[in-house]
Nanobody, 115 residues
């Protein structure tokens, strides 16, 4: 059974940083592209970043490029998202997903950027 468990969200002031983590199990982690997707209230899902399984460079949405860094640890079955210079518009529920298009989603973790 595929399981994805995200953690590390919280409330932070604009300009602050958070590091999201995703613990994966139930599939061969190193064989899949892993993706972060976010969804703000009243909006559809937004692709944020993905880390290909094949050694290609990660990809980022223009809205987060230069501020967010995705990484993965295949030995630990972990996916990460380092988020710096956070803005109020980054506030959303962040999900770790696997597959292209995403076939499995975790329960997500909430990020709130506010004064």
């Amino acid at each position: 059974e595929v399981q994805l468990v995200e953690f590390g969200g919280g409330m932070v002031q604009p300009g602050g940083s958070l590091r999201l983590s995703c613990a994966a199990s139930g599939f061969t982690f190193s064989n899949y592209t892993l993706t972060w997707v976010r969804q703000a209230p009243g909006k559809g899902p937004e692709w944020v970043s993905d880390f290909p399984f094949n050694g290609d460079n990660p990809h980022y949405a223009d809205s987060v490029k230069g501020r967010f860094t995705i990484s993965r640890d295949n030995a630990k079955n972990m996916l990460y998202l380092q988020m710096n210079s956070l803005k109020p518009e980054d506030s959303a529920h962040y999900y770790c997903t696997v597959g292209t298009p995403p076939a499995y989603w975790g329960q997500g973790t909430q990020v709130t950027v506010s004064t």
